[in-house]
């Protein structure tokens, strides 16, 4: 049902062209001040965040232009981000949205991808890494307020948080759509998915690189609840004070339980995986596809 | 959207309270006889057996003042019963239910987690390992009648049976709630979880410590069906004689085969699963929180 | 929910020995030639295939009077045409469907398992595994039009594809309904069972040994799509477009890493799998069932 569904829908190369991830187009906008008691505001050029002292809890707004492409650049400044709010005592829970328009994050960056040297690939790709053991293993309750498209590694930062609410907007869609680009998601994206839609519904997914509207993506619990678009960040602050309702020290244990055995298989063949990414992204043939679907790329973009 | 239901209903701690197991209310109730061919009846004080050789199905009323609580003397009495019932080679099935009024099972009691020496605390949770050993692996079809409230080690006995069944009463609940006690449920609760309802509604209702309304618990699965309360016990027995029609020695080795990793996963922790639990249960931080508990429920009381 | 439906409706032994695979009724039908394009044609006695090298989709119609019993015969030229298949570079996608009347593939052939000796046991078992090996590890997009019952081993045939397209006819049922016949499926189609509909209905599926109709099975996802039943076999091919639009090599690599660590589990037990095969197959109390109920079978024919 839902592959029926999604293929009716957009999961078409050309719908996933309109999210992808090089920086093409819209300026960054200005950030809105939802937080009336903010006391401590750091701004990084690529991450803003938020942090109400009062409730323990943070926001992080990724404002990188157009559409919060995960370079490296962006993953350093965004995993300090997080890890300077996790080693905060104060901070309980962090939200994570992003201030540009129509998208959540786009994913990786295919810039880091192509006509990069091995040693960067492999720099960026522990990067990747880093962002992921950061949040999915996180002290922290962590809401995402998805308010735009999240394909790809914006689908796998979602899929991190302890919970997702997503804009009910149909023109936004999230999912892995890695092979739509003739790439694949490594084990432990599959994992997450695994473990958040269950076996089937990821194989489907994965296979076919789908990417849902909002609603698809509610019915097979690839997110939580769907709000109108600018209630994503207010219902976000109201959820978390529920999180927060429960003893950090069981719910954390509980967390942890619940995915350790996943982030322990990362953990053991991480510098595999980082050799595994850098010897298939460097081969000619995906260089190619890389290469074509950059051109297409330009084409759309003139 | 079971979070959003969930927490909208009745997962606050106060509702927490109404249900937990500190033998505050209620006198014994009369037993009802609905087993009309019985020839057999053993009546130990906490718990009460009707076995009808003619069907080869037991059913096995808890009748432990006020709630069932999971003290060590219920759980030995318990497991005592269904070893005697599992050696029988005339008894095929068990149902399990209850003769408190309003509440199935409220879970372990607290009252042998606080102030109880190590060795006290350690023999407690053999017993509790015993308890979920002898249901989960049981090669007798267990149907769970439950006519009331099941939170916690309530819920988890019921987790262990073949088929649940409960009483479609919006003033009953069913979830391991241990998180909103400050405490966790170890990894053989949560694995029985999984099983039942898959990773990612375990992880949101352990996160949380949700407990579910029967038509919430229907829809995620942690139970199978609802009926009317007063036909609990007897849709259980038509529901039997269903299972009952299975060949027992190709339905065993098939049970088996879906639950034997669970159990071994178990067995050969076992012991430091039980070192686990002590070293967590007797720190200061988590009496005192126990303390404060039963404090409250004094106050609640009184 | 579901099983409740399921007991309703047709799990019966009645019902499952309408659809049981000993050749007792049909004649063979006339084979429609649904494909126009059709520039290669092999026709071995038990399987027709007829491959299309202009779209690089074969379909393949199982035709093995009168239920495609899945004998050792059949399943070696079943998996001598799936191995051609799969070497020739040219073929990407393989429709599996039936030439017979009513049903998909009524499972394993019992009369391969009654009164043989413990050698030939082993070598029909061998050839169930290879038949498993070979679809659920296929680097083809694998597609199965359900066009009639498929109980057991036809069952676990269409568990094996990428995706089930169904006839919409209630007269027609699917499950892994061994327990009603008094065996037991082993670990693999167990897995194959747990990675399409999840752990619990799997356990239910398989203890219950519950044949699902259509609408059934479409709820538990244990088929993806319903259809009428004249059109099973062109939604196949209009699906298999969908398919074929991901590049090969990206949706191969996805597919396998879904699903090698199931494969794997046989694979390094394969041969201990076979012995317990043969052990279980070949008791006395075993084969006598097999007799009651091939006797069964014959009353039931005159």
Redesign the interface.
């Known amino acids: 049902?839902a592959?029926?569904a999604a293929?009716r829908h957009k999961c078409?190369l050309s719908a996933v062209l309109t999210q992808l991830a090089v920086g093409t187009s819209h300026g960054r906008v200005s950030m809105p001040l939802l937080l009336s008691q903010q006391r401590n505001r750091s701004t990084a050029s690529r991450v803003s965040v938020h942090f109400d002292q009062s409730t323990g809890v943070a926001v992080m707004y990724m404002q990188s232009p157009p559409v919060n492409s995960l370079s490296l650049d962006f993953l350093t400044e965004f995993c300090i981000s997080v890890e300077k709010l996790e080693m905060d005592k104060g901070c309980r829970g962090l939200i994570i949205t992003s201030n540009q328009p129509k998208v959540f994050s786009a994913g990786l960056d295919i810039m880091e991808m192509y006509g990069k040297t091995p040693e960067r690939c492999g720099e960026f790709w522990k990067a990747v890494q880093e962002m992921w053991l950061k949040l999915y293993g996180s002290n922290m309750v962590i809401i995402s307020a998805i308010n735009g498209s999240s394909p790809a590694g914006g689908c796998l930062m979602a899929l991190t948080s302890?919970?997702r609410i997503m804009a009910d907007n149909p023109r936004y869609n999230i999912g892995l759509n890695?092979?739509?680009?003739?790439?694949?998601?490594?084990?432990w994206f599959?994992d997450t998915m695994?473990?958040?839609?269950?076996?089937?519904s990821?194989?489907?997914s994965?296979?076919?690189?789908l990417l849902y509207s909002p609603s698809e993506a509610?019915k097979i619990?690839l997110v939580?609840?769907l709000v109108p678009e600018d209630q994503v960040l207010t219902t976000a602050l109201q959820?978390m004070t529920?999180?927060l309702?429960?003893?950090d020290?069981?719910?954390q244990?509980?967390?942890s339980?619940?995915?350790k055995p996943t982030i322990d298989k990362l953990m053991s063949s991480r510098e595999a995986d980082v050799q595994n990414f850098v010897s298939f992204i460097t081969r000619d043939?995906i260089q190619k596809?890389l290469r074509m679907y950059l051109e297409m790329l330009k084409k759309r973009k003139a």
């Open positions: 049902m592959l029926r293929l078409g302890d919970y890695e092979t739509q680009l003739g790439i694949v998601a490594p084990f599959k695994v473990n958040t839609v269950g076996h089937r990821a194989e489907l994965l296979e076919l690189g509610l619990g939580d609840q959820i529920k999180w309702a429960i003893p020290h069981a719910r244990i509980t967390k339980t619940m995915r043939s596809s």
